[in-house]
Structures are given as C-alpha cells and as structure tokens.
Nanobody
Framework: QVQLVESGGGSVQSGGSLRLSCATS????????VSWYRKVAGRERELVAW????????DYGDFVKGRFAVSRDNANNMAYLQMNSLKPEDTGLYFC???????WGKGTLITVSP
C-alpha cells in the first residue's frame, strides 16, 4: 500500500523558515519524482516544487522565487521542502505527491503570521 505522510508544518512569523518532510512507503521511491503542492486561500491547488527521481532536476512554481528548495533522500525514501522567507500568503495546506500518480499525502498545515 502506497503511503505518503507529510510533517513539519506549523506556525511561524513572516520571514521565518520551515522544513517539510514527506515520508513514503509502499513503492520503489527512487523510481518516481516527488511533487509538492499547496492549497492556499483564494487559489486553486498549485504546484510548489518538483524533484526528479534522481534528484538531479527540480522545478518550482513562479511564486517561489528562490525562497524554497526541494530535495530527496533515496536511501531513506524521504523528500523535503525547505521554505525560507515565508510570507503570510504562503499560509495553507501543503501536500506531497508521487509524481504522475494519484498518490497523495493528507497534507500539513503552514500558518505564517505578519
């Protein structure tokens, strides 16, 4: 059974940082990319970041603008999203997804206060 479990969410002040983790199981992790998405107020669910199966290629949503960094640890079946310079508009629910599939985690909540 494929599982993805996000953690690391919480409350921070504007300008702060958080590191999200995505623990995966039930599939061969190194064979798939990992995508991070978010759902924030007033916007459709949007892609935050993507990392290829090897970790050599990444991509980010335009709104990230150098603030976030996606990474992965294939030895431990983990993916990460380092988020710096957080803004109140980053507040929302963040999800990881096994790229190219409908396997999602349940999300972790980020709250950024002014």
């Amino acid at each position: 059974q494929v599982q993805l479990v996000e953690s690391g969410g919480g409350s921070v002040q504007s300008g702060g940082s958080l590191r999200l983790s995505c623990a995966t199981s039930g599939y061969i992790f190194k064979n798939y990319g990992v995508s991070w998405y978010r759902k924030v107020a007033g916007r459709e669910r949007e892609l935050v970041a993507w990392i290829s199966s090897s970790g050599l290629n990444t991509d980010y949503g335009d709104f990230v603008k150098g603030r976030f960094a996606v990474s992965r640890d294939n030895a431990n079946n983990m993916a990460y999203l380092q988020m710096n310079s957080l803004k109140p508009e980053d507040t929302g629910l963040y999800f990881c997804r096994r790229s190219g599939t409908e396997d999602w985690g349940k999300g972790t909540l980020i709250t950024v206060s002014p």
